[in-house]
């Protein structure tokens, strides 16, 4: 069975397994994203203003999870693990999540703009 993560904003929630079956989803308290695993991370120099891209799945990832901003997500990539923070609020269109980057000089996880947190704490019991 798969892993649902939920992330919230004003209590409610995006909740998916799958970039292809987005739901939205109200909670009752803030959830928390643990034991989060990407594995894929790219980096860019420089994307036109306005740039969009869609959220996908890859074939060589476990999960695909959906984030707000504020987000904390643990990523690991050869080996190591990084928290980041999801900076920029994603917008759902037709099932495909889209993230607006708005500089030249970032990380991105499938789509999302993100930066390195320290303040970003985890629960990794």
């Known amino acids: ?11 409610v929630a995006l909740s998916t ?3 292809d079956t987005v739901k939205p989803t109200i909670v009752h308290e803030d959830a928390i994203v ?14 036109p ?3 969009r891209e869609p ?14 901003a504020g987000a904390c997500v643990l990523v690991t990539t050869m080996g190591a693990a990084y928290p ?13 999540l889209h993230a ?9 996880i499938f789509g999302y703009r993100i930066a390195y947190t320290p303040t ?3 629960d990794y019991g």
């Open 100 to 108: 607006l980057h708005t500089d030249e000089h970032s990380a991105r």
């Open 84 to 96: 980041l923070e999801v900076e920029d609020i994603v917008h759902v269109d037709r099932g495909v």
């Open 49 to 51: 203003p306005g740039y």
């Open 34 to 47: 643990q034991k989060a695993e990407f594995h894929r991370v790219e980096t860019f120099n420089t994307l």
């Open 55 to 68: 959220l996908r799945k890859h074939d060589d990832a476990d999960e695909t999870i959906v984030l707000l």
């Open 17 to 19: 397994t799958s970039a």
């Open 1 to 11: 069975m798969p892993t649902v993560f939920h992330v919230t904003l004003d209590g």
């Open 120 to 122: 970003c704490l985890f």
